[in-house]
């Protein structure tokens, strides 16, 4: 394709989802390549310049893990889910702020648009016993988010959540951002992370799935550990009205090379 059909193309997508909301979900693992960090934020607010609305969504889970390990602390996961007790989730709430605020200002550097929403959000309640202080959302208050919006802002949200008592809660991150695009009526999910996308079991990129497909890979076990709770954040997220939800390995300018080419870069789930 010639650079000439490649902007035609560009072009097709970016009137496409003009003024539609898109949830972004960053995890935590991207933060270690600055690079690649720098190159997403600018894609971010590209987007957000030719009117595509964007939320971001982040974890912290690698960050967490090598703090809970200098501290003598075994990080278990049930399901890809952090078992959080009360010295856990004081540890993740500040490894979130910190996160959240490097990612705003990584966008703000190339426009001051982002704003960190790190209360507030999402009401919660207790989930399993035996994964301790973790919440599944029961509530969003979409209307600060939807304000931010309006206002020209991107609001850069992370996943803690508060139950009927105000006590805090760990809310897993993929899951976190199905419920925001469901309650934003979001066109799109994209969830960034450290791998091609979703992986068959002879480890080879699986360039599209729909549901079915998606719930015979968890149930089957071809997908294991942190992709689990991604592959069915998106059944959920799809299930309660988003478009297409993508899972992109974060490549510099992962974003546009999966939303503005007909080829895309990573899985994309219908």
């Known amino acids: 394709m010639t650079d000439t059909e490649e902007l035609i193309e560009a072009l097709h997508y970016i009137k496409k989802f003009k003024d539609q909301i898109f949830i972004i979900k960053f995890g935590g693992e991207i933060l270690s390549d600055e690079k690649v960090l720098e190159t997403i934020a600018l894609d971010l607010v590209l987007l957000h310049d030719v009117g ?4 971001v969504m982040h974890g912290a889970g690698t960050l967490i893990s090598s703090e809970m390990k200098k501290l003598g602390l075994e990080p278990k996961f049930i399901r890809g889910e952090r078992v959080t007790d009360r010295e856990i989730l004081s540890l993740v709430t500040g490894c979130l702020h910190h996160v959240n605020n490097r990612i705003v200002g990584k966008i703000n550097k190339n426009a001051p648009i982002a704003v960190g929403l790190t209360s507030g959000l999402f009401e919660a309640k207790r989930k399993r016993e035996e994964l301790g202080y973790v919440g599944d959302v029961t509530e969003v208050n979409f209307r600060i988010i939807l304000g931010l919006i309006d206002g020209g802002y991107l609001p ?3 996943p803690i959540g508060i139950d009927g008592e105000s006590n805090p809660l760990n809310i897993n991150a993929d899951m976190a951002a199905a419920e925001l695009a469901k309650a934003l009526n979001a066109t799109k999910m ?6 091609d ?10 360039r599209q799935l729909n549901i079915k497909e998606a719930k015979n890979l968890v149930k089957n076990r071809v997908v294991t550990g942190g992709m689990i ?3 069915e954040s998106g059944i959920k997220a799809l299930s309660e009205g988003v478009e297409r939800v993508h899972i992109v390995k974060a490549g510099e300018h992962a974003i546009l090379g999966e939303l503005l080419t007909g080829e895309g870069t990573g899985t994309m789930i219908t």
């Open 52 to 55: 595509i609305h964007q939320v």
């Open 156 to 158: 850069v949200v992370l």
């Open 190 to 195: 994209i969830v960034l992370t450290n791998v």
């Open 197 to 206: 996308g979703v992986l068959d079991k002879d480890g080879e990129l699986i």
């Open 229 to 231: 709770p991604k592959l």
